[in-house]
């Protein structure tokens, strides 16, 4: 499938709490930077993190995660000045890190290379300066191609640049339910695409809202598609072949979660790649010409799903 460049929705930074946050019983500098990030004491942040630097020592990974909280705190509470110093501290830093490994070599790094770069996205375009901010993730996203924050960067570049585009042609490896649709036989039909995990428990809360709306609207022209993919497990982490876990979902999944009989359910790792679903649900919303009205990576309730759709109905 063709990577696909799209234009612009007011940028949503969508931050999932790290693991980090939570590893140890002992409270990390990660962890306690991330409870102040989340909690919106940027100041206090500041300080217990300049409180802990020993100038002149060589930043390490785990470093560089609590910086990355700090540029994230500062993102939340619009306080660009500062996002954008502990953003590039974070970004500049892993990548000197990662002259002598890889990136995904140990935890720390992924998360502060990951997150220096949403930071710096949403810092350009916050600036006023979105093109910046869209050549550089486009950059990033080239730079880092096949490693473990790929997708996230996608999903920062497609907050900036997704309305307004026509919605590519999913890739399809298999399906459940109905044969997916082609472009053709889309065309003329408002579309919300789904893309969801079965070990997703938002996915899951969403799915009820999506029944709600099919009823609501299916016969003004509203369709729901539900792209997939396989993670290579099945319930509670058990690791399973692409045929194991097919059987799963088809089987016990299915029988205690139903897979609607009108939402076609293509699946194909590509497609959560080129739509930079790095969160689930990620949802999709597409006009009767085809054009992408709404990127959202995250659940929507049934008021504001109905609100996006029905001026597309009209």
């Not at 996002?83 to 974070?90: D, G, I, P």
Request: hydrophobic share 40%; net charge negative.
């Amino acid at each position: 499938m063709k990577q696909f460049k799209v234009l612009a929705i007011p940028f949503l930074l969508i931050c999932l709490v790290s693991p980090l946050a939570l590893v140890g019983q002992s409270r990390s500098l990660v962890s306690e930077m991330s409870d102040l990030a989340w909690a919106g004491e940027v100041d206090n942040a500041r300080a217990l993190l300049e409180s802990r630097r020993v100038d002149g020592e060589q930043p390490t990974a785990e470093w560089l995660a609590a910086v990355s909280w700090m540029a994230r705190g500062a993102s939340f509470a619009e306080r660009w000045d500062l996002a954008e110093q502990y953003a590039s501290e974070a970004f500049e830093g892993s990548l000197e890190l990662m002259k002598g490994r890889p990136l995904d070599a140990e935890r720390f790094l992924p998360t502060a290379l990951g997150a220096g770069i949403e930071v710096l996205g949403h810092t350009y375009d916050a600036q006023g300066d979105r093109a910046r901010a869209v050549t550089f993730l486009s950059a990033v996203r080239q730079e880092f191609a096949g490693t473990s924050i790929e997708t996230r960067i996608q999903k920062n570049f497609l907050l900036l640049s997704v309305e307004g585009k026509p919605f590519p042609a999913l890739d399809v490896d298999d399906y459940f339910s109905l044969q997916p649709p082609t472009p053709d036989e889309l065309r003329g039909k408002v579309v919300l695409f789904f893309f969801w995990a079965h070990w997703c428990p938002d996915c899951k809360r969403q799915e009820p809202v999506l029944r709600e709306l099919y009823e609501q609207y299916h016969d003004r022209g509203l369709v729901i598609v539900g792209p997939t993919q396989l993670y290579g497990y099945v319930t509670r982490g058990q690791t399973a072949t692409s045929e194991e876990e097919l059987a799963y979902i088809n089987g016990d999944y299915s029988a205690q979660y139903p897979i609607p009989p009108w939402m076609s359910v293509p699946i194909s790792a590509d497609n959560f790649l080129n739509f930079g679903v790095s969160t689930t649900p990620t949802l999709v919303l597409v006009d009767r010409d085809g054009i992408v009205q709404r990127y959202n990576p995250g659940d929507l309730s049934h008021e504001e799903l109905a609100a996006l759709i029905e001026p597309l109905l009209e």
